[in-house]
């Protein structure tokens, strides 16, 4: 079993930057694909951005694309994320999750293929 456990959530202004972190324990996730995913009040839970298990293959939504970056150390057993350039409808609860799955443009978004998930950290940008 997976435990993971996201930190560095907290409120900004708009344009500014945070760094999700996700430590994982339990078991090495280090052959697993890792994501992270959002949802704000009243939504589903939506795909940010994923890591292939080797880092070298990162994919992302088009709403994030260009200000954040998702990237892991699998010596530490941590994903992170840098989000920068924030905008209010950044506005969410971030989720860490992680899958025994091979990451390609398709599975990296679909939420199913994630079998660990953390509790969330909040991010809360204002105008």
């Known amino acids: 079993q997976v435990q993971l456990v996201e930190s560095g959530g907290g409120l900004v202004q708009a344009g500014d930057s945070l760094r999700l972190s996700c430590a994982a324990s339990g078991r090495a996730v280090t052959t697993w694909s890792m994501g992270w995913f959002r949802q704000a009040p009243g939504n589903e839970r939506e795909f940010v951005a994923a890591i292939n298990w080797r880092g070298g293959h990162t994919y992302y939504d088009d709403s994030v694309k260009g200000r954040f970056s998702i990237s892991r150390d699998n010596t530490n057993n941590t994903v992170s994320l840098q989000m920068n350039s924030l905008k209010p409808e950044d506005t969410a609860l971030y989720y860490c999750?992680?899958?025994?799955?091979?990451?390609?443009?398709?599975?990296?978004?679909?939420?199913?293929?994630?079998?660990?998930w953390g509790r969330g950290t909040q991010v809360t940008v204002s105008s």
């Open positions: 999750a992680a899958g025994s799955f091979v990451a390609t443009t398709i599975t990296a978004r679909v939420r199913k293929v994630y079998t660990s």
